[in-house]
């Protein structure tokens, strides 16, 4: 059989329509991408607080809450 492939896809989907054997994706652009499977990456969202820190800790400027902003 043909090799494993990947193919990374950066755009906004407008519908994921599942098939036989996979789904067809839809862009934002228009396009659509036949795949076997379907990964939705959405990002990271902003860590929580840790338990047990007091409010005047967290209103701080020294605490950074999401080290990566």
């Known amino acids: 059989g043909a090799p494993n492939t990947l193919e990374q896809v950066v755009a ?3 519908s994921v329509e599942p098939g036989p054997g996979g789904a067809v994706v839809t862009t ?6 036949r ?3 379907v990964v939705l990456a959405v ?3 902003p860590p929580a607080h840790p ?4 409010e005047a800790f967290l209103a701080s400027p020294k605490y950074v809450r ?4």
């Open 66 to 69: 999401d080290p990566w902003k």
């Open 35 to 37: 795949a076997d499977r």
């Open 28 to 33: 934002e652009f228009g396009e659509q991408v």
């Open 51 to 54: 338990p047990g820190i007091p």
């Open 43 to 45: 990002g990271n969202y």
């Open 12 to 14: 906004g989907v407008r």
